[in-house]
């Protein structure tokens, strides 16, 4: 059975940092395209970075660039999201995916997903 175990959430200062894993089983992360999302109280969930099956490539969402990093480690089939210099507007359920590309141009990827995490929370306090 596919599936993530995820890890790394919790309660953090302004300024801090966390680190979100997502093992996976049952499939090779390896041959999917990955990707972070969130979801804060009241608001769509927003992809907040993705990495594409076609080359690699990586977006990250304006709101989290040069905070957050996204990755993969082949050998532990696991994905990562570090997360930096966090702000109390980081604080969400955060969800990792695993997928397909199906369409990329320059400044976009669009992967489609179909395995998801339960959900992690981050909260950063101020």
């Known amino acids: 059975q596919e599936q993530f175990v995820e890890s790394g959430g919790g309660l953090v200062h302004s300024g801090g940092s966390l680190r979100l894993s997502c093992a996976a089983s049952?499939?090779?992360?390896?041959?999917?395209?990955i990707g972070w999302f969130r979801q804060a109280p009241g608001k769509e969930r927003e992809e907040v970075s993705c990495i594409s099956s076609y080359d690699r490539s990586t977006y990250y969402a304006d709101s989290v660039k040069g905070r957050l990093t996204i990755s993969r480690d082949i050998a532990k089939n696991t994905m990562y999201l570090q997360m930096n210099s966090l702000k109390p507007e980081d604080t969400a359920v955060y969800y990792c995916?695993?997928?397909?590309?199906?369409?990329?141009?320059?400044?976009?990827?669009?992967?489609?997903?179909?395995?998801w995490g339960r959900g992690i929370q981050v909260t950063v306090s101020s």
């Open positions: 049952g499939f090779d992360l390896e041959y999917y395209a």
């Open positions: 995916a695993a997928g397909l590309t199906v369409d990329q141009r320059m400044d976009t990827i669009r992967n489609e997903y179909q395995f």
